[in-house]
């Protein structure tokens, strides 16, 4: 089976800088995803990494590690739209997406 | 239509009934998905097509089935609706199933009763 670990909440404040982190087992990798999903919102993509390393895209980056399972989304100079909830993502063997349970982030003035 | 569309918006079901929820995309992506999100357990997969004409079962596929006539709709049956079949359903789809940035339609909140 497939398990993908993220904790449930985070707080931060405007401004500031957040890291959700990701550990995952599962069958096989074919590529790590994070999504951005507002309340009562569909999900939106944010990220994908198949290769080790940091990929930059504005005020957000994502980093993988594939030997450690891990990954991690960076938010920088938050801002009060980027309260929502974040959802990694792991392709397996077969290509089929299992998502975490998802990081909800409150940005606070 | 621009994107990913799902029909109804929200519904509520008494249990036993027949449902179809139903999606329908513009991108000619081959692939489609179909998934339900519960508070705390995050997506699930129910149900894919890789593409038009084949169908494939996902995590959660009890009590549901699909069909993929052509490339643009994939709906989703539930036969006889359950109470804990009460959920937020997203479609999605993506250009292969390899190539897997996908992209949700706005979903359907489903009550049963």
């Known amino acids: 089976g497939q398990n993908i670990d993220q904790p449930t909440e985070m707080t931060a404040t405007e401004g500031a800088i957040v890291q959700i982190n990701c550990t995952y087992q599962?069958?096989?990798?074919?590529?790590l995803f994070w999504y951005q999903q507002h309340a009562g919102e569909a999900p939106t993509f944010l990220s994908y990494?198949?290769?080790?390393g940091l990929e930059e895209k504005g005020r957000f980056s994502s980093f993988l590690s594939r030997s450690k399972g891990y990954s991690y989304l960076l938010l920088k100079e938050l801002q009060m739209k980027d309260s929502a909830s974040y959802l990694c993502a792991v392709a397996s063997n077969d290509y089929k997406l299992s998502f975490g349970a998802g990081t909800t982030v409150t940005v606070r003035a | 239509i621009a994107g990913i569309t799902q029909a109804p918006t929200s519904q509520i079901l008494a249990a036993g009934r027949r449902m179809t929820l139903r999606c329908t995309q513009d991108m000619r992506h081959n692939a489609m998905y179909w998934y339900r999100q519960d508070l705390g357990l995050g997506l699930r997969l129910i149900h894919y097509?890789?593409?038009?004409?084949?169908?494939g079962k996902g995590e959660v596929p009890d009590g549901y089935s699909v069909s993929r006539a052509n490339t643009d709709d994939f709906p989703l049956t539930l036969a006889s609706a359950v109470p804990s079949q009460t959920s937020v359903y997203f479609c999605a789809s993506s250009d292969s199933i390899e190539l897997n940035e996908q992209f949700f339609g706005p979903g359907t909140r489903l009550t049963v009763l």
């Open positions: 990494n198949v290769l080790d």
């Open positions: 599962t069958s096989g990798f074919n590529g």
């Open positions: 097509s890789n593409t038009a004409g084949t169908t």
